[in-house]
């Protein structure tokens, strides 16, 4: 049995008749290391990020390889969903990722190429978390 926590957020539901306190609903970083022929493919994470959608973002893939096949959308059950493929380069990576989180208006998958170090993870993780945004860094070992 799976026991749930519940808190109540005093900058959510204020007592007051004032107007209610909006905020950015907190985003969020999830970092996946996969090995050399994972059965996992960063497209697969695409439904993942359509269930932290409220349809009012963008779905972004931001990868150097494949592009995005619309039978996968599909498959996934995402071909309603805004969905946005961007070809990134290991020089243009962090900047595009960066901008795209500030804009507050998407969630992302990234496979990032290179490596990564503990500061720019940390950045990437606040950025996110500031605007809302969800995001997924698969990267190899």
């Not at 005093?10 to 969020?28: D, H, I, N, Q």
């Not at 998407?106 to 950025?127: F, K, M, N, P, Y």
């Amino acid at each position: 049995m799976r026991q749930l926590s519940f808190e109540v957020c005093p900058e959510a539901a204020p007592l007051s008749s004032a107007e209610p306190v909006r905020s950015v609903p907190k985003g969020s970083m999830t970092e996946v290391i996969v090995s050399e022929g994972s059965a996992l493919q960063p497209f697969q994470l695409l439904p993942v990020l359509a269930l932290c959608s409220d349809q009012k973002r963008w779905l972004m893939w931001l990868s150097p390889s494949q592009n995005l096949n619309k039978q996968w959308l599909a498959k996934a059950g995402i071909s309603d969903s805004p969905v946005l493929h961007l070809n990134t380069q290991v020089a243009t990576q962090f900047d595009l990722c960066i901008k795209a989180l500030r804009s507050g208006k998407s969630h992302l998958i990234v496979e990032w190429s290179g490596e990564l170090a503990a500061d720019t993870r940390q950045l990437l993780r606040r950025v996110a978390e500031e605007n809302g945004s969800h995001l997924f860094i698969v990267r190899g070992e």
